[in-house]
């Protein structure tokens, strides 16, 4: 079981920013690789970004690349989603979760998620 706890959301001005950060217990962090959701009331949750196991390759969803960087620290358990340039589209519940796969099989969904944090850009 891992336990994934996300934190740092907020209000924020569009072209604003906002970090995330999510922090894993239970198992070995580093055998898992890392994703962001998103979700908005109505509509399904959507692949926001993922990071490997060591966090040398990185995937992003092409509504937000160049606009968000996802990083970790396996040091500290924690994954965290940099967020610049936001938009009022960017308005969701942001959910972390954690995979055995691939950054490519996350896309899918995760293994273990977290209760998810809200963020909310407005315009």
């Known amino acids: 079981q891992v336990l994934l706890v996300e934190s740092g959301g907020g209000l924020v001005q569009a072209g604003g920013s906002l970090r995330l950060s999510c922090a894993a217990s239970?198992?070995?962090?580093?055998?898992?690789?890392m994703g962001w959701f998103r979700q908005v009331p109505g509509k399904d949750r959507e692949f926001v970004a993922a990071?490997?196991?060591?966090?040398?390759?990185?995937n992003y969803a092409d509504s937000v690349k160049r606009r968000f960087t996802i990083s970790r620290d396996n040091d500290k358990n924690t994954v965290y989603l940099e967020m610049s340039s936001l938009k009022p589209e960017d308005t969701a519940v942001y959910y972390c979760?954690?995979?055995?796969?691939?950054?490519?099989?996350?896309?899918?969904?995760?293994?273990?998620w977290g209760q998810g944090t809200q963020v909310t850009v407005s315009s």
């Open positions: 979760a954690a995979d055995i796969g691939s950054t490519v099989t996350i896309k899918t969904g995760g293994d273990y």
């Open positions: 239970g198992r070995t962090f580093s055998d898992y690789v």
């Open positions: 990071i490997s196991r060591t966090g040398t390759i990185t």
